[in-house]
């Protein structure tokens, strides 16, 4: 494969994990103003929601899912800054790279294992046990969505890892090995 085509792929790649974020966050902001929602019409008008949980909780488990790929991207998640502190560069090239492909490979597994799942709930006409009884297929794909993405993010971070000239990875591990913190 060259390198334009490659490039257009995991720009397409990039840029639906940057529309999951979005998405993402427009998720959140819909499951405050339903929070909010039920507040006011239990405490105020007396009115009991009982919907109103379990669409927040799918609502915050597909932005959960939709928005890992993009936090992987950034490596916005929790890791372990003392190594990249104490170890080399080309090691920390080498740890992320093992930590990428160890980390492909569970999320890729967990992925088909969501789709297989979705798959039951779909076929199966699988409802909540609440009196609401929405489907349960709608929260499952956005995890098989959103474990599919990381998995092929994972994918353009292990490629591009090996297409990189050693002096360029070198730079890229030196910038991670420390980011300024809130105590700095």
């Known amino acids: 494969m060259n390198n334009n085509a490659w490039r257009c792929i995991g720009e397409a790649i990039k840029g639906c994990n940057s529309l999951m974020a979005y998405v993402s966050a427009l998720l959140i902001v819909a499951c405050t103003l339903v929070l909010v929602y039920e507040v006011l019409t239990r405490y105020l008008l007396q009115i009991s929601n ?14 959960t899912f939709l928005a890992a790929a993009q936090t992987q991207r950034e490596r916005a998640h929790v890791g372990i800054e003392v190594l990249d502190e104490v170890m080399s560069a080309k090691w920390n090239r080498w740890r992320y790279l093992l930590g990428d492909v160890l980390s ?18 779909w076929d199966g006409g699988w409802e ?15 995890m098989a969505i959103g474990m599919s993405l990381l998995t092929l993010q994972f994918v353009v971070q292990i490629i591009e890892q090996f297409a990189l000239k050693a002096s360029d990875a070198e ?14």
């Open 50 to 63: 009982d919907w109103v949980i379990e669409l927040s909780i799918f609502m915050l488990i597909s932005a």
């Open 104 to 121: 492909m490979l569970f999320c890729g597994f967990v992925a088909y294992q969501s789709w297989l799942y979705w798959h039951e709930a």
């Open 128 to 142: 909540s046990s609440s009196s609401w009884a929405p489907k349960l297929w709608i929260p499952y794909i956005f």
């Open 171 to 184: 730079q890229i591990a030196a910038s991670h090995q420390h980011q300024p913190s809130l105590g700095d």
